[in-house]
T-cell receptor, first 116, second 113 residues
């Protein structure tokens, strides 16, 4: 079974530029998550999708971050404009479905963003 | 909301020695608990998880963890550490109602030859 795919693996941009990350979850997984992991910290949930709807985006800085999952499969996370403090690893995860019982999340390899 | 504390930022052990990584959680109901390992430049790999039942959980790579409700802890153990175990270890707690998961800050493990 293929795992969660993410691209690019690495990205270097200058502050105030825009950047986009892509994630393709495990086939059949209805729930998709984006996490931000700053160096020296644990991952922090940014946004959770159930199919193509947003379940939780309370920790997403909506003034500069946006995410979509239009067809309920793959997803894109965008930062516009980027700030120095956005330098982090952006992890995507997926799970079967949150309803009824707890579902294990499977993580992709992440995208390491450096903002100069 | 649930939260996790990993009191040790960095631990160094000798190869072949035993290991215990501490994890304390805060959650109002019975939690779902996880340990993940992250090697440099890699994603998160699940070592083990506790959902219910036996409080001693066996995982991959020879790791185990014990859920102690009275102490709100879920410490990770390994009887004999290998050099390849050097990595960052994260404890996480999941909420039972929405699949929300919160991570600790991590413990970095260094293994001395």
């Amino acid at each position: 079974e293929a795992g969660v795919a993410q691209s690019p693996r690495y990205k270097i941009i200058e502050k105030r530029q825009s950047v986009a990350f892509w994630c393709n979850p495990i086939s059949g997984h209805a729930t998709l998550y984006w996490y931000q992991q700053i160096l020296g910290q644990g991952p922090k949930l940014l946004i959770q999708f159930q199919n193509n709807g947003v379940v939780d985006d309370s920790q997403l800085p909506k003034d500069r971050f946006s995410a979509e999952r239009l067809k309920g499969v793959d997803s894109t996370l965008k930062i516009q404009p980027a700030k120095l403090e956005d330098s982090a690893v952006y992890l995507c995860a997926s799970s079967l479905s949150p309803s009824g019982r707890y579902n294990e999340q499977f993580f992709g390899p992440g995208t390491r963003l450096t903002v100069l | 909301a649930q939260s996790v504390t990993q009191p040790d930022i960095h631990i160094t052990v000798s190869e072949g020695a035993s290991l215990e990584l501490r994890c304390n959680y805060s959650y109002g109901a019975t939690p779902y608990l996880f340990w993940y390992v992250q090697s440099p430049g890699q994603g998160l790999q699940l070592l083990l998880k506790y959902f219910s039942g036996d409080t001693l959980v066996q995982g991959i790579k020879g790791f185990e963890a014990e859920f102690k409700r009275s102490q709100s802890s879920f410490n990770l153990r390994k009887p004999s550490v290998h050099w390849s175990d050097a990595a960052e270890y994260f404890c996480a707690v999941g909420a039972t109602n929405n699949n929300d998961m919160r991570f600790g800050a991590g413990t970095r493990l260094t293994v001395k030859p």
